[in-house]
């Protein structure tokens, strides 16, 4: 349970970061830039999924 | 009535600073105890021996202010890689990955590594911290301060207007203009690590004639309005962070220096070559510092000026400055780089929760305590003797007047790259040869590195040239030894007959101000070398294993620790 | 560990150290590998000194960090000649990182881990010093000798020191197992974030050609701003 509750924990923290991220873009009133955050995200889920990718990679790299 | 933590991180220098009731109680560098130099990861133990000292638990903080603004920081990085396509290829996964993978997530991980709820984890802008460190801990009501670096989200320079506890920015200049990347691409230049190089170029600026300054010119543009642009030509900050200048620079001035190559200015022309480099580059880096602080005279008016930033850490800038820039009195806190923005970022927290601006910095002394007891066991346990004294100033006193090279444990360790007394190598001034040894045999470092004297503030104005003042006390500052004085100290005067002068008071220096009134009644001369108790490319000594390690393995006559004495043979 | 594997491994090492030591350059590298490996060392038994709550065992810590800053200077310092004699420059200053094993492993954990790490290193350094005597090197010959004399003692006293902090051979053994464990999930992750950094990478790169029409639009937009004279903003409170 509390093993859950610090997930929980933590993912209200990333969420209260992203909103700060979005605001910041917001304030500054460099929409233009949206085409850009876009990128990042992108770039954001590549990292998560091959950050996902380093726990089997091995076995991957072994298999082929 | 508050309790703020600041926190710097994530580049370099991590540090953490409390501040309770608007009162300084401590501030420390991460790499004291991890022992890794200048360690950037984020200040877990620093934080944790600040809060031990202020007595409180991490949850009863108020605020954790961390120094920088994480999505301007991540704006700055994407913008460049934009502006730069497609030069950018190799930066753009590396710069991407940093930031996205771990630089952006700094607030929630600082959150995690105190166990705090997120909403106190806060940022305040960058220059802003280096601007509070610098205009909070002086003594002005009223002061200019400048802020430069390398770069902060964005900007490298900024003026500010500092007014009682307020602190307004009047302008900025921003990346890729840097003199901190400038000064840094030069490091490398001349075959230094970058980071850490760069008081080797100030030294070595000494032993050169600035022949390149037209060179120089083409390379650092100074402007009417007092700004300065580089040339971008010459630089390859954007596209290659690993060396910083480019292929251009080298046509400018001839091939880089190679790294690690041992030096030899007395044989060796590409030595000497480089040395004028260097001193060309000292020479262009002042003229656009004085022309930032004409600028920010004309546009405050105020009589008093404050200065932080890693650029602020050239102490032979900083003494033009205070000579040209028309300014009645400079300051320059202790840890004028990264790790004073975490007690910067303390500061403004605790002045945005309402409490005063704290008393003006008397003393950098703000570390762990020296543990006496723990360092006289562990002695014992590794086969010394650890022997108490009645009187352990006037026993070193004793030492350093006979030549001997003295360490000294006592007190709380310094904030930021100076040993001020609390963590010294202590030798006799008026020796050259305690220079040559501990150069050669103790520090291991280049031969034209010069060292700093430490003198009684009272002793100082006969001394040495407008000392004291208000730089002085945390050896921010060089200035010019008297003519008639130069061939009585030539341990700590320069080739240019310059010293990074400290001045010593009870307040500013407790543990060696006693040292110092000893060696005056055992000498008449009130003036010591005083150089960081650490071995080459190693952080500043903290605790007693630190100190005793150093001491099992360099040639070092004897250590002080608290009131007992260790010799490595009897006086 | 079995017979035929303790028979086997100094032939193999016979065999693979010809190839491993055959270059100077490669050899200079190889140097400056262990003068990190023992800088790293070093730093982590500091801090085990640091923390440690027993005075005897902090002093047995300083004298084995002292070592292997000797080993450091030695390793880095033969790399460097090496590669003078090439004409070439050193790797450069040797720049340590911390893993804080000691807070992560606790005592027990830690002096395993050292204990696995020293009988490897000595293992290691042997089957060196046996290949350079049959080569007739000298110098190398010396310098692996120098430093055996004190792996052979890290790795007598960290098991000892094992076995009385752990409370009996038993205990020893399951830290030492445990030691492996880690090790090996390190390994593995280690492993694991090169192949996923290749992996990411290569993905950046696609995406960063992927890229060209809209950056390329964008950077008129996104020309230097200056802010140095007449721009003013208030030094306002922190967000989150």
């Not at chain 1, 085409?35 to 726990?55: F, I, K, M, N, R």
């Not at chain 2, 004085?290 to 050239?314: D, H």
């Not at chain 2, 800038?317 to 009195?329: C, H, I, T």
């Not at chain 3, 964008?218 to 701003?225: D, K």
């Amino acid at each position: 349970m509390s093993a859950r509750r610090g997930f929980l924990r933590r993912l209200a923290s990333r969420a209260v970061t992203l909103g700060g991220l979005l605001g910041h873009f917001a304030h500054r009133r460099r929409f233009f830039l949206v085409p850009l955050v876009l990128v990042l995200l992108a770039a954001a889920v590549l990292l998560a999924a091959t950050g996902g990718l380093a726990y089997v990679a091995p076995f991957l790299y072994t298999l082929f | 009535m508050a309790a703020v933590l600041g926190i710097s991180a994530h580049y370099h220098d991590a540090a953490a600073a409390l501040v309770v009731d608007g009162r300084i109680v401590a501030a420390m560098q991460e790499e004291r105890f991890s022992r890794i130099k200048n360690d950037p990861s984020l200040p877990r133990r620093a934080a944790r021996a600040c809060l031990a000292l202020g007595n409180i638990a991490a949850a009863d903080l108020d605020a954790v202010v961390f120094y920088e603004n994480p999505y301007a920081k991540l704006e700055r990085v994407v913008v460049s890689l934009a502006r730069e396509y497609p030069r950018s290829f190799r930066q753009f996964s590396p710069a991407l990955g940093g930031q996205l993978g771990s630089k952006l997530w700094v607030l929630d991980q600082i959150a995690d590594m105190l166990g705090v709820e997120r909403r106190i984890v806060r940022f305040v802008e960058h220059h802003e911290s280096h601007a509070a460190c610098a205009f909070l801990c002086s003594p002005y009501a009223h002061a200019a301060v400048l802020t430069v670096d390398g770069v902060g989200e964005a900007a490298t320079t900024a003026l500010w207007r500092g007014e009682g506890s307020s602190l307004r920015c009047l302008g900025a200049i921003d990346f890729p203009h840097s003199l901190g990347l400038l000064y840094a691409a030069f490091t490398a230049y001349l075959g230094f690590e970058v980071n850490e190089g760069e008081y080797k170029v100030m030294g070595l600026a000494a032993h050169g004639r600035p022949r390149y300054r037209d060179e120089l010119s083409r390379v650092l543009r100074l402007e009417a309005d007092g700004s300065f642009t580089l040339e971008p030509r010459f630089f390859a900050h954007a596209t290659d962070t690993d060396v910083g200048f480019s292929p251009a620079l080298e046509a400018l001035l001839g091939p880089r220096r190679p790294p690690g190559r041992p030096f030899d200015l007395d044989s060796n022309e590409d030595d000497r070559r480089c040395a004028d480099v260097a001193a060309s580059l000292q020479v262009a880096t002042e003229e656009a510092l004085l022309g930032l602080a004409r600028a920010a005279r004309e546009r405050t008016g105020a009589t008093a000026l404050c200065l932080a930033g890693g650029v602020a850490l050239n102490a032979l800038a900083n003494a033009r400055l205070a000579r040209e820039a028309g300014f009645e009195r400079v300051f320059v806190p202790p840890a004028a780089g990264d790790a004073g923005g975490a007690l910067g970022a303390a500061l403004l927290g605790s002045r945005d929760l309402g409490d005063p601006r704290p008393a003006p910095l008397a003393t950098a002394a703000l570390g762990e305590p020296f543990d006496t007891g723990a360092a006289v066991d562990l002695a014992r346990a590794l086969g010394l003797a650890a022997l108490p004294v009645a009187d352990a100033s006037a026993a070193a006193a004793v030492r350093i007047a006979a030549g001997k090279v003295v360490a000294l444990c006592r007190g709380r360790f310094e904030f930021g790259p100076r040993a001020l007394g609390q963590r010294s190598l202590l030798a006799d001034a008026t020796r050259a040869e305690s220079r040559d040894r501990l150069n050669r045999v103790i520090k291991q470092r280049e031969p034209f590195r010069p060292f700093a004297p430490s003198v009684t503030a009272a002793a100082a104005a006969a001394l040495f040239v407008g000392a004291p003042n208000d730089m002085t006390p945390f050896m921010t500052t060089v200035c010019r030894i008297d003519p008639g004085r130069a061939a009585t100290l030539p341990a700590v005067v320069h080739v240019d007959g310059t010293a990074r002068v400290q001045t010593v008071t009870e307040p500013s220096a407790p543990d060696l101000a006693p040292i110092l009134a000893a060696l005056e009644r055992e000498t008449g001369v009130p003036v010591v070398l005083n150089t960081s108790l650490n071995g080459a490319g190693e952080p500043i000594v903290a605790g007693p294993v630190e100190a005793l390690a150093f001491f099992l393995q360099h040639p070092v006559d004897a250590l002080v620790v608290g009131d007992a004495l260790i010799e490595r043979s009897p006086a | 560990m079995s017979e035929s594997v303790l028979t086997l491994r100094p032939f193999v090492a016979r065999v693979t150290n010809r190839f491993v030591w055959r270059s100077p350059r490669r050899a200079a590298r190889i140097l400056f590998s262990f003068a990190h490996a023992e800088a790293a060392s070093q730093v982590d038994l500091i801090v085990a000194a640091q923390l440690t709550s027993s005075p005897v065992r902090r002093a047995l810590y300083v004298r084995h960090a002292l070592d292997e800053t000797r080993h450091a200077k030695l390793f880095s310092l033969r790399s460097a000649e090496l590669l003078g004699k090439l004409g070439l420059p050193p790797l450069g200053i040797v720049r340590p990182d911390a893993e804080d094993l000691f807070e992560r492993l606790g005592e027990v954990g830690f002096l395993a881990f050292v204990h696995r790490g020293e009988q490897r290193g000595r293992r290691q350094f042997d089957s060196y010093r046996d290949h350079f005597a049959r080569r007739g090197d000298e110098r190398m010959r010396a310098l692996f000798d120098a430093v055996l004399v004190d792996e052979r003692r890290h790795e007598e006293y960290t098991g000892t020191l094992l076995r009385e902090v752990a409370g009996g051979e038993r205990a020893a053994r399951r830290a030492l197992r445990a030691a492996a464990a880690w090790e090996a999930w390190r390994t593995w992750r280690r492993a694991g974030r090169a192949l996923a950094g290749a992996v990411y990478g290569a993905a950046m790169s696609v995406l960063y050609v992927g890229l060209a029409p809209l950056l390329l639009a964008l950077r008129p937009l996104l020309r230097e701003r200056r802010r140095w004279v007449g721009a003013e903003r208030t030094g306002a409170g922190g967000r989150s």
